[in-house]
């Protein structure tokens, strides 16, 4: 992980900078109030929709390099920022999609583990729309797309999310990732 964020522009900037990631080095109320269809306006979205926080990823431990332990760290910060990115929700089957995806980018036994078995605790109905459409999805966009750490999302808050993706090659995310009228509607308004 750390040699292709070395081997990027991008990425060896974060590793120089190792900017981190919570509440106390995000602007959430500018985040909140950026427009429709910019990153930073989805990601504030996301952690609303979600129940979530900048602050619920731990701190890395046990990792004597401290290059490496950024890395990891910087790898659990962006989380939920790489979930907005794949336009995926924290239920089962949009965290499986997600770590098929972070197993194909980075390569860490826990997410792939989690791509193999998470699947199993699907209910059939879930299970088939998995199979047909999340799991193919998860890898085109986890093979083909531009490395994910790479990206100073920092940096990119205002940046169009559609624009981000096609810089970095994701595909849209699947319209079955839509649970509501609203997620269809923003889907299909961005699919273009």
């Given amino acids: 992980m750390r040699r292709k964020m070395l081997a990027d522009l991008e990425g060896s900037k974060i590793l120089k900078e190792r900017p981190l990631i919570n509440s106390s080095t995000l602007d959430c109320d500018k985040l909140r109030s950026l427009p429709v269809g910019s990153f930073g306006a989805a990601y504030m979205n996301f952690l609303t929709a979600n129940g979530v926080s900048p602050d619920t990823r731990k701190r890395v431990h046990f990792v004597d390099d401290e290059e490496l332990a950024y890395v990891m760290q910087r790898y659990r910060e962006v989380h939920d ?36 078995f998470g699947p199993v605790r699907l209910k059939p109905k879930h299970r088939q729309l998995y199979l047909s459409t ?45 649970t509501n009228s609203y997620d269809r509607r923003l889907l299909e308004t961005n699919a273009g």
């Fill in 81 to 116: 920022l790489i979930h907005t990115l794949l336009g995926m929700k924290t239920n089962l089957l949009g965290e499986v999609a997600v770590k098929w995806v972070e197993a194909l980018q980075f390569g860490l036994p826990m997410c792939i583990t989690a791509g193999i």
């Fill in 134 to 178: 999340y799991l193919p999805w998860a890898l085109q966009a986890g093979h083909n797309s531009r490395f994910l750490l790479n990206i100073y999302f920092e940096n990119r808050w205002e940046q169009p999310i559609q624009e981000l993706r096609r810089e970095f090659l994701l595909p849209d995310p699947p319209l079955a990732a839509a």
